[in-house]
């Protein structure tokens, strides 16, 4: 059962929307439940907000925030939160041609607890979820040979069949020529122990063009300090063309096999972080689809960045992640309002 590309509030459309390139974003999509005030524990919340969330799915609709051109694969339960986050989809102008539904699996549940600070912490119901039950038999792998680039995280690596259908989808978009994009989206709680994420994680790490990651996952794959440079060059290897490590609201750091560097963030009032390095991914992706010599071009690259940083900080200004992802028009004043 799927649906199609249906227009969003961007940008382009019509025959000019045809020729934006395409990405497309693996993985799960689930309900968050946030607590309607910040800072108490999951026993002490009293109410909670329901939310669209998963890291590939906010990406998805990151891109289409913005203007671009993305769709979504993945499995949902056939009940009404799964049909629920893929009319959000559908809603948000995503394509779902590579979305299906399990009739025996319900869609995944997340609690997310907001700490004082507005850093997160995960309490997930998926014993197992429909997103785990996603077979390669049931990949759409059409969609992902008209597509630019591939996006995925680790989440899909965890068990099977889904993680013998998220390696033939990588296979099938390399196959293909398109970029690769990974943002391991690291979490603990969903893996059966910190070592069986390290491995999962790093088992698909050297198949990608482009790796975002955060600078407490550097600490976690490496055991190392994230500030360290040559801690977070040891996760470069030959091939990838960009890394890069999001340090908040310091901004982040880029690495190529030609330069590296610094980009500032922005100082903001964060009322929740869920989903801000989704948008800064999808707004990375964003600029790559349109233009993917910003791999070899230094000034074009911070641009993009900076971009991103503003993305990811408008979307902590808000609770929950899809409701929060930003327009173009919203991170370039952002980013006009610091310079």
Not at 96 to 102: A, E, K, N, T, Y
Not at 206 to 214: G, H, L, P, R
Not at 229 to 255: I, Q
């Amino acid at each position: 059962m799927t649906f199609s590309q249906v227009s969003a509030d961007t940008s382009s459309n019509g025959a000019e929307e045809a020729e934006i390139p395409l990405v497309v974003s693996f993985g799960e999509m689930l309900i968050d439940f946030v607590p309607d005030i910040a800072g108490v524990s999951l026993s002490e919340s009293i109410g909670f907000i329901k939310a669209p969330g998963g890291a590939p799915a906010n990406v998805a609709v990151a891109i289409r925030k913005l203007g671009g051109r993305s769709a979504f694969i993945g499995k949902f339960g056939d009940d009404e939160f799964g049909h629920m986050l893929v009319d959000i989809l559908k809603k948000n102008g995503v394509n779902g041609d590579g979305v299906c539904f399990d009739p025996d699996a319900r869609t995944a549940l997340a609690f997310v607890t907001l700490k004082k600070n507005g850093g997160r912490e995960f309490m997930f119901y998926r014993n197992p979820s429909a997103d785990m039950l996603l077979k390669e038999s049931e990949l759409n792998l059409d969609l992902i040979q008209q597509a630019k680039i591939f996006h995925y995280g680790s989440i899909s690596l965890i068990s099977e069949p889904c993680r013998s259908a998220h390696l033939a989808a990588m296979r099938a978009a390399k196959e293909a020529g398109l970029l690769l994009s990974y943002d391991p989206n690291v979490r603990l709680p969903l893996w059966p122990s910190p070592d069986a994420a390290r491995e999962g994680i790093r088992s698909i790490w050297t198949e990608a063009d482009f790796i975002k990651v955060s600078d407490d996952e550097v600490a976690f794959l490496t055991n190392g300090d994230p500030r360290n440079e040559d801690v977070v060059w040891s996760l470069w290897f030959d091939g990838l063309k960009l890394l890069v490590v999001t340090d908040g609201e310091r901004g982040c750091r880029y690495f190529t096999k030609d330069f590296k560097g610094k980009v500032k963030g922005y100082s903001v009032k964060t009322v929740d972080t869920t989903g801000a390095g989704d948008a800064f991914v999808g707004a990375i992706l964003f600029s790559l689809a349109r233009d993917s010599s910003i791999f070899q071009n230094e000034a074009k690259l911070r641009n993009a960045l900076t971009f991103a940083n503003a993305c990811g900080a408008i979307c902590t200004t808000k609770k929950g992640a899809i409701p929060a992802l930003p327009n173009n028009e919203m991170a370039h004043e952002l980013v006009a309002k610091s310079n």
